[in-house]
């Protein structure tokens, strides 16, 4: 009988992927997918695992504040990512602004909903959006819509939520009329059509940013964030649709 | 010391969760007599359907109320169709709330219900009361308190309800945010102060709501034994 | 006249009765077990399983060939259960008042019958348990009932309340003109109401008839039951008030003195009720005994209930054997066996006038 719970116990206490470290990271939802290729190569190549925590990326940053660790913070804006680097959790000279994104408006794809211009929004019922108050999918959206005028006569027929991913699936549900995400977002669901794309000129400028925590500053955590900016990775970013910006 | 849009939310959480218990009460009553009296086939599973909201995580209940009522769904569209929106309105709201209350009242009713003495209800039936009546004139006036103590707990749950309303109703604000959803947009934002604030509240109404019953139970309690 | 053939599914045997009511009282009697609470649950409409007809006077209760099952609550049924069953949350007035449809009179007078008024604010908690019965007995008369079904209404309640609640009953059969089914363990009470007997054993009926017959025939078991034993119907004679006592004519023509009771018009048929360990027996004749009624028995038979024994005992005329109990050691002393020639005394002061 001990020798089987010593046997269980031995079992799970071997890692999975060779005996490297393991790197935390905490990134934006818009990211998941391309993350996801991204840390399998890695964890190939390195021996170390990696745990992605993707979700809305104001959300991660109070977690990060409230102690959660993470060792890698892949923020979707720079706003939540100042708010860490005041806090004294990230320094400033690792800070890497690496992706761009577009914003499009989606509906469900049986939809015959037509947008020429950002006032045809107006039509529109029911809208979701990513929480304006706090995640940048949403700030970026109502940015934009302020700037054009139109927050205020919108804003009542917005159904916030709590990322851009949900902000996706309500459109893909058929429940909301239509949704703001990112264009790489949109290029991913075959519920969705997009059917204005906000040229990036009038449009808020979205930056992704990355920046490992200054501490516990793991090795293999600084390793991760190099690679991430690094060639293979841009290959893979850029396949899914995020514009790479140039490398620091 | 609550922001106007704050004792608004207070004010939309204790008017849904009054409409949904009034709604779920006499469906909830039925339930309950049906299980205290009934004896036949299929009692266990109606039973265990009945009581799956108390035991399922709330978040998978809102999302069998979602895909259920969702405008993509044979229910959603056909009330679509006739101009009624269910998903991310106030309407889920109470539909969420009154779906989570629901078992807890059946269960404190039914209680009730089994304890008062059957021949009673017969012996009615002799004198004249047919079914209905019998209920309303001795199965009902015996059970009160227990069906009072459900009532008041049912509301209470429907006061601090989340997992499911977040999913059927969406968290928006002035439409669909309830306390429990103001405290929960609160401290994502960051703003862990108004949260708190709010949480002092959630705890105030469910004390007052408690109180309220043990002063009805023991007033009308003593009324009637004289 | 009451018609029943029914036969009700119950947790073992079934229930079969078939039986013709005439009489106004019948008792209805048996071990427990028997049906006698399911064949009055029949009748009142409450056992919805039940087949065969039951007619009442002229109204139809079931009558399963034709389709015809009358719900309870339309058969105008007074049914009274063992423990009263009031209903906790109303007073006496309240449980009165329950099933009177508007009928204002018939409520008064169920009250009056019944000398409910002074309870009448009372909840039943605080009522006893002849007083509860009474007050279920005026609430199943309120109604107007077609059939009055009481199981065992004087089981619960103490000898002396029994004694007390018994007139009421008669009062109702005499005044209020109602069929009533009447189910008891008490030889005593149904000699003392009823007008038919039907004794159910096994849930099926083994007798049915006029009580005397029925109760005195040998071979037939009937629990009897301590309590009211000598239960003797008479007729008022005289009343003595310099002497104390009135004189009762029991039938046979046997002589009783009696408590005075002035109040009762002389020729009104009266029940008394005497005690078996109140009857004194001796083996000789008594002279210069206070003892007011002496009278000439022959023991019939000897029968131990408990730690003590029941004569049974013949007098001349009388038409049923009185009971008189008394203790092993005198039945050693005076040698006592059946056949033997006594003399049973009994005080004025231990009758009972119903």
Same mark, same amino acid.
């Given at each position: 009988?001990?020798?089987?719970?010593?046997?269980?116990?031995?079992?799970?206490?071997?890692?999975?992927? =060779?005996?490297?470290?393991?790197?935390?990271?905490?990134?934006?939802?818009?990211?998941?997918?391309?993350?996801?290729?991204?840390?399998?190569?890695?964890?190939?190549?390195?021996?170390?695992?990696?745990?992605?925590?993707? =979700?809305?990326?104001?959300?991660?940053?109070?977690?990060?504040?409230?102690?959660?660790?993470?060792?890698?913070?892949?923020?979707?804006?720079?706003?939540?990512?100042?708010?860490?680097? &005041?806090?004294?959790?990230?320094? @400033?000279? @690792?800070?890497? &602004?690496?992706?761009?994104?577009?914003?499009?408006?989606?509906?469900?794809?049986?939809?015959?909903?037509?947008?020429?211009?950002?006032?045809?929004?107006?039509?529109?019922?029911?809208?979701?959006?990513?929480?304006?108050?706090?995640?940048?999918? !949403?700030?970026?959206?109502?940015?934009?819509?302020?700037?054009? !005028?139109?927050?205020?006569?919108?804003?009542?027929?917005?159904?916030?939520?709590?990322?851009?991913?949900?902000?996706?699936?309500?459109?893909?549900? =058929?429940?909301? @009329?239509? !949704?703001?995400?990112?264009?790489?977002?949109?290029?991913?669901?075959?519920?969705?059509?997009?059917?204005?794309?906000?040229?990036?000129?009038?449009?808020?400028?979205?930056?992704?940013?990355?920046?490992?925590?200054?501490?516990?500053?793991?090795?293999?955590?600084? @390793?991760?964030?190099?690679?991430?900016? !690094?060639?293979?990775?841009?290959?893979?970013?850029?396949?899914?649709?995020?514009?790479?910006?140039?490398?620091? | 010391?609550?922001?106007?849009?704050?004792?608004?939310?207070?004010?939309?959480?204790?008017?849904? /969760?009054?409409?949904?218990?009034?709604?779920?009460?006499?469906?909830?009553?039925?339930?309950?007599?049906?299980?205290?009296?009934?004896?036949?086939?299929?009692?266990?599973?109606?039973?265990?359907?009945?009581?799956?909201?108390?035991?399922?995580?709330?978040? /998978?209940?809102?999302?069998?109320?979602?895909?259920?009522?969702?405008?993509?769904?044979?229910?959603?569209?056909?009330?679509?169709?006739?101009?009624?929106?269910?998903?991310?309105?106030?309407?889920?709201?109470?539909?969420?709330?009154?779906?989570?209350?629901?078992?807890?009242?059946?269960?404190?009713?039914?209680?009730?219900?089994?304890?008062?003495?059957?021949?009673?209800?017969?012996? /009615?039936?002799?004198?004249?009361?047919?079914?209905?009546?019998?209920?309303?004139?001795?199965?009902?006036?015996?059970?009160?308190?227990?069906?009072?103590?459900?009532?008041?707990?049912?509301?209470?749950? /429907?006061?601090?309800?989340?997992?499911?309303?977040?999913?059927?109703?969406?968290?928006?604000?002035?439409?669909?945010?309830?306390?429990?959803?103001?405290?929960?947009?609160?401290?994502?934002?960051?703003?862990?102060?108004?949260?708190?604030?709010?949480?002092?509240?959630?705890?105030?109404?469910?004390?007052?709501?408690?109180?309220?019953?043990?002063?009805?139970?023991?007033?009308?309690?003593?009324?009637?034994?004289? | 006249?009451?018609?029943?053939?029914?036969?009700?599914?119950?947790?073992?045997?079934?229930?079969?009765?078939?039986? *013709?009511?005439?009489?106004?009282?019948?008792?209805?009697?048996?071990?427990?077990?028997?049906?006698?609470? $399911?064949?009055?649950?029949?009748?009142?409409?409450?056992?919805?399983?039940?087949?065969?007809?039951?007619?009442?006077?002229?109204?139809?209760?079931?009558?399963?060939?034709?389709?015809?099952?009358?719900?309870?609550?339309?058969?105008?049924?007074?049914?009274?259960?063992?423990?009263?069953?009031?209903?906790?949350?109303?007073?006496?007035?309240?449980?009165?008042?329950?099933?009177?449809?508007?009928?204002?009179?018939?409520?008064?007078?169920?009250?009056?019958?019944?000398?409910?008024?002074?309870?009448?604010?009372?909840?039943?908690?605080?009522?006893?348990?002849?007083? #509860?019965?009474?007050?279920?007995?005026?609430?199943?008369?309120?109604?107007?009932?077609?059939?009055?079904?009481?199981?065992?209404?004087?089981?619960?309640?103490?000898?002396?309340?029994?004694?007390?609640?018994?007139? %009421?009953?008669?009062?109702?059969?005499?005044?209020? #003109?109602?069929?009533?089914?009447?189910?008891?363990?008490?030889?005593?009470?149904?000699?003392?109401?009823?007008?038919?007997?039907?004794?159910? *054993?096994? *849930?099926?009926?083994?007798?049915?008839?006029?009580?005397?017959?029925?109760?005195? $025939?040998?071979?037939?078991?009937?629990?009897?039951?301590?309590?009211?034993?000598?239960?003797?119907?008479?007729?008022?004679?005289?009343?003595?008030?310099?002497?104390?006592?009135?004189?009762?004519?029991?039938?046979?023509?046997?002589?009783?003195?009696?408590?005075?009771? +002035?109040?009762?018009?002389?020729?009104?048929?009266?029940?008394?009720?005497?005690? +078996?360990?109140?009857?004194?027996?001796?083996?000789?004749?008594?002279?210069?005994?206070?003892?007011?009624?002496? %009278?000439?028995?022959?023991?019939?038979?000897?029968?131990?209930?408990?730690?003590?024994?029941?004569?049974?005992?013949?007098?001349?005329?009388?038409?049923?054997?009185?009971?008189?109990?008394?203790?092993?050691?005198?039945?050693?002393?005076?040698?006592? #066996?059946?056949?033997?020639?006594?003399?049973?005394?009994?005080? $004025?002061?231990?009758?009972?006038?119903?």
């Amino acid at each position: 009988m001990r020798a089987l719970l010593f046997v269980l116990l031995g079992l799970l206490s071997v890692p999975r992927v =060779g005996s490297g470290e393991e790197v935390t990271v905490f990134a934006a939802a818009s990211l998941a997918d391309a993350l996801e290729e991204i840390a399998r190569a890695y964890e190939r190549s390195s021996g170390n695992r990696v745990v992605l925590n993707v =979700g809305a990326t104001s959300d991660l940053a109070r977690q990060i504040k409230a102690g959660a660790g993470a060792d890698l913070f892949l923020s979707a804006d720079r706003a939540q990512m100042d708010g860490l680097t &005041e806090a004294g959790l990230v320094r @400033d000279a @690792d800070r890497i &602004e690496l992706l761009s994104n577009v914003l499009v408006v989606v509906v469900p794809s049986g939809a015959p909903t037509r947008i020429g211009a950002p006032a045809d929004l107006a039509r529109l019922g029911r809208i979701a959006l990513a929480d304006p108050e706090a995640v940048p999918a !949403g700030v970026y959206a109502r940015t934009y819509l302020e700037a054009i !005028g139109l927050w205020s006569s919108l804003r009542d027929r917005v159904v916030p939520t709590l990322n851009v991913r949900a902000a996706l699936a309500a459109v893909e549900s =058929g429940n909301v @009329d239509a !949704g703001i995400v990112y264009r790489t977002d949109a290029a991913l669901s075959r519920r969705v059509r997009i059917a204005y794309t906000v040229p990036p000129e009038s449009g808020p400028k979205i930056v992704y940013v990355l920046a490992p925590l200054a501490s516990p500053r793991k090795g293999a955590a600084l @390793d991760l964030a190099r690679r991430l900016a !690094g060639p293979e990775a841009r290959t893979i970013f850029e396949k899914y649709g995020f514009q790479v910006l140039a490398a620091r | 010391m609550l922001s106007r849009d704050e004792a608004g939310v207070v004010l939309f959480t204790l008017e849904v /969760a009054a409409l949904a218990t009034v709604l779920i009460f006499p469906l909830a009553l039925a339930a309950a007599l049906g299980l205290a009296r009934y004896r036949g086939p299929g009692k266990g599973a109606l039973e265990t359907l009945l009581s799956l909201p108390l035991i399922l995580p709330p978040t /998978a209940v809102g999302l069998l109320l979602l895909e259920a009522f969702s405008r993509r769904s044979a229910l959603g569209g056909w009330l679509a169709a006739r101009g009624l929106e269910v998903v991310f309105t106030w309407k889920a709201v109470v539909l969420a709330t009154g779906v989570m209350s629901f078992p807890l009242l059946v269960r404190s009713a039914r209680t009730a219900f089994e304890d008062v003495d059957p021949r009673l209800v017969g012996l /009615a039936r002799t004198l004249g009361c047919g079914a209905v009546a019998a209920f309303f004139r001795v199965t009902l006036p015996l059970a009160w308190r227990g069906v009072l103590a459900g009532t008041v707990l049912a509301f209470a749950r /429907a006061l601090g309800e989340f997992g499911a309303t977040v999913m059927v109703a969406g968290n928006i604000p002035g439409r669909t945010r309830t306390l429990a959803l103001a405290i929960f947009h609160d401290s994502q934002v960051g703003r862990d102060d108004r949260a708190v604030v709010l949480a002092a509240v959630t705890v105030a109404l469910a004390f007052a709501a408690l109180w309220t019953t043990e002063l009805l139970s023991r007033r009308l309690g003593r009324r009637s034994e004289e | 006249m009451i018609d029943i053939r029914v036969e009700v599914p119950l947790a073992g045997p079934d229930l079969r009765v078939e039986a *013709r009511l005439p009489a106004a009282v019948t008792a209805v009697m048996g071990p427990s077990g028997a049906g006698k609470t $399911s064949l009055l649950e029949a009748i009142a409409g409450l056992r919805r399983r039940a087949r065969g007809r039951i007619v009442c006077g002229d109204a139809v209760f079931l009558d399963t060939e034709r389709g015809v099952d009358v719900a309870p609550e339309r058969r105008r049924v007074g049914y009274v259960p063992q423990d009263a069953g009031l209903f906790p949350h109303l007073t006496a007035l309240g449980n009165v008042r329950f099933g009177a449809r508007g009928d204002g009179g018939r409520v008064e007078t169920a009250i009056d019958t019944l000398d409910l008024r002074p309870l009448l604010p009372r909840h039943p908690a605080s009522l006893s348990g002849g007083e #509860k019965q009474r007050v279920a007995l005026a609430r199943a008369l309120a109604t107007s009932p077609r059939i009055l079904l009481l199981d065992e209404p004087l089981a619960a309640l103490d000898v002396e309340l029994k004694e007390r609640v018994l007139p %009421y009953l008669m009062r109702i059969r005499d005044e209020w #003109k109602v069929p009533i089914l009447y189910v008891t363990h008490n030889v005593g009470e149904a000699l003392a109401l009823a007008g038919h007997v039907l004794l159910l *054993r096994d *849930r099926r009926v083994e007798a049915q008839g006029p009580p005397l017959d029925l109760l005195s $025939s040998p071979g037939l078991s009937v629990e009897a039951e301590a309590g009211i034993e000598n239960l003797l119907a008479g007729r008022v004679l005289a009343h003595d008030a310099a002497g104390g006592v009135s004189r009762v004519e029991l039938q046979g023509g046997i002589p009783l003195s009696v408590p005075l009771a +002035a109040t009762r018009a002389i020729g009104t048929p009266v029940m008394v009720a005497i005690r +078996a360990e109140d009857v004194l027996v001796s083996s000789a004749p008594m002279p210069g005994l206070s003892a007011r009624n002496v %009278y000439e028995a022959r023991v019939e038979a000897l029968e131990h209930t408990g730690i003590d024994v029941t004569l049974r005992c013949a007098l001349p005329a009388a038409p049923s054997p009185w009971l008189a109990r008394v203790t092993p050691a005198a039945v050693q002393a005076l040698g006592l #066996k059946a056949g033997q020639p006594v003399w049973l005394a009994v005080k $004025s002061h231990s009758v009972r006038l119903l």
